[in-house]
């Protein structure tokens, strides 16, 4: 090897290491922050489920496979912190990074082409944020790349069995990352094929030869292997699909683009179409147009649109392409004013891309930290603390969204919440939640929208700070209401307006306390309000109080139960507590019920209550164990 060549590797070899480690040092700040919304779902839902029900069985699209997988032994080794947590992902995303370059450097043989691509990755908002988000959208990027880079070995008519094997692993990480990337796996067989045979069209007219059939082999493994996962998935696939799926409108399919070339803007598609035309020149443009518009294509057919993170996959392919583009443009200010100016205007361009990222990262990493979620040691020293200062009957609150606290007390909080339910017996109320949520703006999901329900700042009295996470006594006398005295079969003393489309029945089975459930029959197939004949009044003398109404119902169901005042206007202000829980059978039954804890606020005055049914259009729902309590000021 000469002289010459061993400083052009030397000199690209460092321009490599440089880039990522500008994106390593781009995405380490704020890597220890608290999980957000949909990360402490993946969290709490995947992160200790079983391998099993891992790989075999998809609940919803928090589902990501190989990620959960990845991150499980990343805290085997690291511990359980947010860091080890999100490693898979960062690694990732800085990885991707020569990877990038290598793919690049490939396809246009330019180490500008393939730096420059680089850079704008390292920069980009989508790949940044990503690989900084337990999800499986950074390993989507990277898997997409590597799966390119085996189909360019593939074309180069390397070994099969190696390339083909890594293709056909690379493919079905892929899926595993997030399934509906198996778009992006037609669009790469259709790049390799379209290469290969315009390869072949330069030496002979034979359409076929056996080199590129063995080469077809390992696309049939990796669909094969692809589909059968897909098969295995599928029921709780189509139900994320028909859930998450979005309409065949413009404004979503330009919420695609727009994601993409974040945070530029949509002018850089002008430096994009460039690129498109000197693939053109270089006759590489239907391979790409294959890689690009094929995914398109499948969603219209699909007839459904994603939301636009799900279709991350062709980022690194979109800043290739601008950065095919920027080449493009400024080797024709070589060829007219020289190669000094040239590096001079690339240079100022670059800078200028490196603006706009710059300024949305110093807002960026301080909101990471700005999120109102429990830090994962903070949660578990809070799962200590009330496993030993929070009695059986004691109701605890948490925020809906802070799946991080949800994760460590969860078990806790249902046992206390079933032991209420069996004993009709609350001892006090707990509330717990990040120390920057205010008292009175806890965080509760209302049962109706539009519809606040206020919380009085002079109820709660902190009684313990730990971490980032404050616990508050909700400081109220407790006292039965309906029933005065506990009855496990209240609700079945109720009578409601009959009506021949509806049918309401006391049931021995399925049920979970007492003799008997409530099971009502809405064969009208609309929503309806059943109102209880039994009104119940209440002379309420302090300033504010409180309604506590608890019950089980069946799952799933949409169909709820409420005690409503005849003062109040409808729908009334009222919030679940710890909505967002695991669902139970009792006894021999396979009937699933969830518990509700529902929150209203009463004004002072006398009041008249009904128990109203909020039946939605179900065939059956399923009450059982109604009981309610006034909460006053002590």
Same mark, same amino acid.
Request: glycine share 6%; net charge positive.
């Given at each position: ?155 180069? @008519? ?19 990352? /997030? ?112 890689? %690009? %518009? ?6 219209? =057919? ?65 909101? @990471? ?60 109320? /707990? ?13 509760? @999901? ?93 002379? =309420? ?88 309590? =006034?909460?006053?000021?002590?």
């Amino acid at each position: 090897m000469n002289v010459r060549v061993k400083s052009k590797i030397s000199k690209r070899l460092y321009v490599i290491i440089s880039l990522t480690l500008l994106s390593a040092i781009l995405r380490l700040p704020s890597l220890d922050s608290p999980l957000d919304v949909d990360e402490g779902i993946s969290f709490h839902d995947y992160a200790f489920s079983s391998w099993a029900k891992l790989f075999l069985e998809y609940k919803d699209g928090n589902q990501h496979t190989l990620f959960s997988a990845l991150s499980r032994i990343s805290v085997g080794f690291f511990g359980t912190n947010e860091i080890a947590y999100r490693l898979p992902v960062f690694l990732a995303g800085v990885f991707s990074i020569p990877l990038l370059y290598r793919v690049t450097f490939l396809f246009f043989s330019s180490e500008t082409t393939a730096g420059l691509a680089c850079y704008l990755l390292a920069f980009s908002t989508p790949h940044l944020g990503y690989s900084q988000n337990g999800r499986g959208y950074a390993l989507s990027i990277f898997f997409s790349l590597a799966l390119i880079f085996a189909v360019s070995k593939l074309l180069e @008519r390397k070994s099969v069995w190696l390339w083909g094997g890594l293709l056909t692993g690379f493919g079905f990480f892929l899926v595993l990352s /997030v399934p509906s990337n198996i778009f992006f796996l037609m669009a790469a067989a259709l790049f390799y094929f379209t290469v290969a045979w315009g390869i072949k069209g330069e030496k002979t007219k034979q359409f076929f030869d056996q080199k590129l059939i063995i080469n077809s082999v390992p696309f049939l493994v990796m669909a094969g292997l692809v589909l059968g996962y897909i098969y295995v998935i599928y029921p709780g696939l189509r139900r994320n699909v028909e859930y998450y799926g979005q309409e065949m409108r413009l404004s979503n399919f330009l919420s695609i683009f727009t994601f993409l070339v974040s945070p530029w803007g949509l002018w850089l598609y002008l430096i994009f179409a460039f690129g498109l035309l000197n693939l053109k020149v270089e006759k590489k443009l239907l391979p790409f147009l294959c890689l %690009f %518009f094929t995914p398109l294509v499948l969603i219209l =057919i699909s007839g459904f649109v994603g939301p636009p993170r799900v279709y991350i996959y062709l980022l690194p392919f979109v800043l290739m392409l601008v950065a095919r583009g920027i080449v493009g443009f400024f080797s024709q200010i070589n060829k007219r004013y020289g190669k000094k100016m040239e590096h001079i205007l690339t240079a100022g361009f670059c800078i200028c891309l490196a603006v706009q990222p710059t300024l949305s990262l110093i807002k960026y990493y301080p909101s @990471r930290y700005h999120r109102k979620i429990s830090t994962i040691d903070t949660a578990i020293q809070v799962r200590s603390y009330v496993a030993e200062n929070v009695l059986s009957n004691t109701l605890i609150v948490i925020p809906y969204r802070d799946k991080t606290l949800l994760h460590y007390l969860e078990d806790r909080i249902i046992d206390n919440m079933i032991d209420i339910l069996f004993t009709g017996k609350v001892s006090k109320i /707990v509330f717990i939640g990040h120390q920057n949520i205010q008292p009175q703006e806890f965080p509760l @999901r209302q049962l109706y929208q539009n519809q606040s329900m206020p919380l009085r700042k002079q109820y709660f009295e902190l009684i313990e700070e730990i971490g980032n996470v404050k616990i508050y006594n909700f400081a109220v006398k407790i006292s039965h209401f309906i029933p005065p005295v506990f009855d496990p079969d209240y609700e079945g003393k109720l009578t409601f307006q009959k009506s021949k489309d509806i049918t309401i029945e006391n049931i021995e089975d399925p049920k979970v306390i007492g003799r008997q459930a409530l099971v009502i029959r809405n064969k009208t197939k609309k929503e309806l309000l059943l109102g209880s004949r039994q009104i119940k009044t209440v002379d =309420i003398k302090s300033d504010y109080a409180y309604l506590l109404f608890a019950y089980f119902r069946g799952y799933p169901q949409g169909s709820v139960a409420l005690l409503h005042s005849l003062e109040n206007d409808w729908p009334p202000p009222i919030a679940y507590l710890n909505e967002h829980q695991k669902v139970h059978s009792f006894g021999k039954s396979d009937k699933y019920w969830q518990m509700v804890f529902l929150l209203s606020p009463l004004r002072k005055g006398k009041h008249s209550f009904q128990e109203v049914i909020n039946l939605l259009a179900e065939e059956n729902s399923h009450f059982d164990g109604f009981q309610s309590f =006034i909460l006053r000021k002590e």
